[in-house]
RNA sequence: GUGCCUGUAGCUCAGCUGGAUAGAGCGUUGGACUCCGGAUCCAAAGGUCGGAGGUUCGAAUCCUCUCAGGCACGCCA
């Protein structure tokens, strides 16, 4: 019963690039960046599970302006220099969080550091220092800070390419002349974007996009377009690499502009997933649009934006935050967290208030364990509760984050999926004890013997087809979910085999069961449940403890 | 102004490639085996599916209009 369906597993395409996380390297991660990546994630094991062959990255901006301004901050507000801020105590991330909130509220009441500004962004562009060591101090240190944050949800990457690398090695040229030369931009000779090169919308006739200023330099989108043409190989150019992190073994790449060797092949998908939130749709379909004027028909076609709503926070979250509502801010529903007023709730310190709270729980209920072990369940429980929680709605719904709901390990809840899972961990250790059976000898019975024990209630064969045939549907519910990008119809799939298996567990004994045919029956019924269950959670990156 | 998204139980959300009495969690109320983990299970109460029209044998689901909320639309990123 295990082995049917599993034809329809097949890989559709030849290397598929996964973006995700795409964080500023200018302040810590937050529940909004969480939602990113757990859906990035999620779909990047899907599509493995599937057989495909994935490549994840993370695309770090480390010389976008969001950097420019912790740097401004450092150098004008902190008079601080890359020495003092090695020196610097606490959590560095958290530090820019509060000065990029502080520069952000600065700038606009000081017009003439604007001027300062600039130069900065200037110099960290020609790479003079000290702007740009310090702008390359920060963005490296954030960037660890983040795939420290995202390491405890089990959320890795294959490599880092960086905006700094795509500047050096001129990739904006590349794309320009391509662009130009199939005449998929033109230089507009009058209205308000004359001496702009811009790109005709498909949707709208009328309306013409900027992708190269008036002085000469490229605009957001049209790097954007540039790095699209890379990740489908069609740029003709290529970064070199150098190991940036190391885990399990394996390593993690980092883009550099100086010629290097010995590094794995990246780049050139036949899909490419950008997981980028809702309201980049507009940018997202002119660069799928760029794909296509270059005549490019099929990798736009196989350019997908992965959109979904943001985390909004509500207001029970804001005065818990201790923020201070602006009276047209106090009727609204939700507030959008916002990284330039330093309003938001901190990814790490989300993480932290979930793992106190579970390790709180172990020791009520299993004060006897050792410490290093508690914890470490306690972290496995915190990120079940949180990858849940962040799957468990519909893509396009606004999560309006509440600590409570977010906190609560009851329900429909990451916990209580792994707490079934430990209930049956338990029943098969037990087996092991009490009959020195292992969960390998369940097996069906052999000699073409009948599985339902002849004389089973009607009401247990029910339970028992309802049961299996829910547990067989993984296959199915996980492609469902690839198809739709709706990753919440995996995290309810596996909702729905928990309680269902509950339910049963609930009605029918196992090891006390007497009848050793009508055991051996439900056992396996069990072990079938138990693999899928664990194979969804693996899915969702919801760690399975073996006790809580 | 234009485009996209959302509106379903007190609250948070599923269901929306049309199909039978509209589901779940939380909350409320009442229960559960001396036995395999009570972070569990069972039951009850609770809904004119924002509103109006239309298509259909049949609409929460499709179409039109409308109301309410959100987001986007820059020579910012």
Redesign the pocket.
Known sequence: MRTAGRTSLAPEEGKIIIEHTNI?PNKAAHIGHLRNACLGDTLARCLRYKGEKVEVQNYI?D????VVDVVFGFMELEKKTVEDLERLPGKFDYFCWDLYARVSAYLPKHPEAQARKSEIMKRIEHGLDPEYGLSRYVSRRIVKAHLATMARLGVFYDVLPC?STILHLKFWDKAFELLKERQAIYL?AKG?????W?MRLE??EE????IV???G?????G?DIAYQLWKFGLLGRDFFYEPFAERDGRTLWISTPTPTAGFPAFGGATKVYNVID??????QKVVVQGLRSLKFEAQAAKSVHFSY??V?LSPKSLSELGYAASDEEKD???L?VSGRKGLGVKADDLLDRLEAK?LA??EK??PDRAGDERRK??RD?ATGALRYFML?????????F?F??AL??????G??L???V??L???FR?LKERFGLAESDIVPPAGGAALIPEGLSDQETADFWDLILTAASLEEEVL?SVAAL?F??LA?FA?LL??KF??Y?????????ENLEVRAFRLLVLRTAKEQLHAALGLMGIPP????
């Open positions: 500023n901006d010389t976008g302006v969001q905006e507009a308000e974007n004359s001496g702009c811009v949707e709208d309306r013409e996009k900027v200023r008036s002085d330099t490229v605009t957001y989108v790097k809702t309201r980049q749709s507009y940018l709503e943001m909004a609204r529903a939700f959008e579970a729980e172990i209920r299993d369940t306690a429980i468990k709605f519909a893509r396009n719904s606004v999560i309006v509440d409570e709901e609560s390990f009851e329900g429909e809840t916990p209580y792994q707490y079934t430990v209930r961990a338990s029943i037990k469902r709706e919440s119809h309810k909702f928990c309680q509950n339910g567990y609930h009605k029918y004994p196992i090891l006390a069961e403890p073996e006790r809580m």
